[in-house]
Structures are given as C-alpha cells and as structure tokens.
C-alpha cells in the first residue's frame, strides 16, 4: 500500500471517529428541567408512536434541540398517567419547538425534522 491511499485511509478513520463522538455524545439534548423536559418526553413519545417503517431496526432518531420559541401563549401537550393508564391533557406555559434528528445505523445522520405544536392559546386567543 504505498503512502497516499495509507493517509486516505487514516484521514477517513479519523473522521469516522469524529462523526461517531459527534452522534453520540454531542448530539442529543443533555439535562432538561420543568416545562422543557416535560415537552422533550411528549415529543419523545409522539415520535415513538408515529415512526413506524421497515428500517425501523437501523434507523434511530435523537431529539437534539428544545427551544422556546415564545414565553407568550401555552402549549398543551398529553402525558401518560401511570397509576390510571389514561392520557391527561397539560399546559406548559410559552411555545415550543424541539429538532429530531434521524441516524442510519445509531450513526450517520440522514435527516433532521422540527416538531412544533400548532394551536393552545395565546393572549386567551385560539390558535
């Protein structure tokens, strides 16, 4: 193997590291607290239940970003009652978008899609 394709080679492990640490570590959302976990889980939830394919085995999705987009309005997400097995309807003050990003085989990212409940209320007006 002469000395070009052994640094190509080097070159591509190395970035096939980088990308790794990048999907893995850097990637999802870290700690959330209050409203910002509650609608992380809800949007964690939804995903689960509406992705539905035959790649599902090597295709994984992350949430990567939680934002506030308004601290005016709420939003109303559903959340599982454990004790009753029922779904309850709560309100999380402000609005809320969350990214999910989508991985062929945990690592290569594929495609990234927004998630943002459209409706609630805002000022007291429907949405």
């Keep these: 193997m002469n000395s070009r394709i052994r640094n190509m080679l080097v070159i591509t492990i190395f970035f096939v590291i980088i990308l790794l640490v ?6 999802p959302v870290g700690q959330l607290e209050g409203d910002m976990k509650k609608y992380h889980d809800f ?4 995903v689960e239940s509406s992705y539905d394919s035959i790649l599902k ?3 994984s999705y ?3 970003d939680i934002k506030q987009v308004t601290a005016d ?4 997400i559903l959340t599982k009652d454990i004790e009753n097995n029922q779904w309850v309807s709560e309100t999380l003050e402000g609005q809320y978008r969350a990214k999910i990003r989508f991985y ?8 990234d899609t927004q998630v943002q409940i459209k409706g609630g209320t ?3 007006n429907q949405m």
């Design 22 to 27: 990048k999907s893995l570590w850097l990637d």
């Design 122 to 124: 805002e000022n007291g």
């Design 73 to 76: 309005g709420e939003t109303i």
């Design 57 to 59: 085995p090597i295709i």
């Design 62 to 64: 992350r949430i990567v």
């Design 43 to 46: 949007v964690l939830l939804n």
């Design 104 to 111: 062929f085989m945990h690592i290569l990212p594929y495609r």
